[in-house]
């Protein structure tokens, strides 16, 4: 699990006429202390945009426990329990400075392709900064990794239970002039695919 605390000072504008924080506010807490949490990881939405994903919002909960009030110094702290798949699934705890709960919530993103909408995968280079991460919050390199692998693992999984040709799975997520289809040619050109069976080759001719 990944952690991340981001500290916000409550504005006079960010409360109602009871004196309380408006609720609508914590979502915008909720937004802050994830971008705080990818810069933390070397990430940004940002740079994500530049490379043809985009995140947007999914599902949203919030349960308000506690009031917060003007000039409260509050700890939002984010919980990532899972790694991503084509979604992103947040948790929430927002702390006033005498360490009481004030309120817990989740949101879930999904990823997408800036240029076409269509859904993707999280990126590889995401998941290997969420491992990175997950590593620097003291969870074993390979215990990190596996993390991550499970993403792969669900590809699989789909693949096995839909009876889907691997190709026409590849051709389901890759949009023309998309990012996902630069990746594959870029694999392509590199000689991924004759690698593989050279691979398989090099196996069999040792049984």
Request: proline share 4%; aromatic share 8%.
């Amino acid at each position: 699990m990944i952690t991340h605390d981001t500290k916000i000072r409550v504005w006079y504008k960010h409360t109602d006429q009871m004196g309380f924080v408006h609720h609508s506010n914590y979502i915008c807490y909720y937004e802050e202390a994830r971008s705080d949490l990818m810069r933390s990881m070397g990430l940004s939405y940002a740079d994500m945009e530049r490379k043809g994903i985009i995140m947007p919002i999914l599902e949203v909960q919030s349960v308000y426990k506690r009031p917060a009030f003007f000039d409260d110094c509050l700890t939002v702290r984010i919980l990532l329990r899972e790694m991503p798949t084509a979604r992103i699934r947040f948790e929430y705890e927002v702390y006033n400075s005498q360490g009481e709960l004030l309120n817990t919530g989740m949101t879930a993103l999904g990823f997408l392709h800036a240029d076409t909408h269509r859904p993707t995968r999280a990126p590889q280079w995401f998941v290997e900064a969420l491992a990175d991460a997950a590593v620097m919050h003291g969870i074993p390199r390979a215990d990190a990794y596996r993390m991550a692998s499970q993403m792969i693992v669900g590809t699989g999984k789909l693949q096995l239970a839909s009876g889907t040709h691997p190709g026409a799975m590849k051709d389901a997520v890759c949009s023309p002039g998309g990012t996902t289809i630069r990746g594959v040619a870029e694999l392509e050109r590199r000689g991924f695919r004759g690698a593989v069976i050279d691979a398989v080759d090099a196996i069999e001719g040792k049984r």
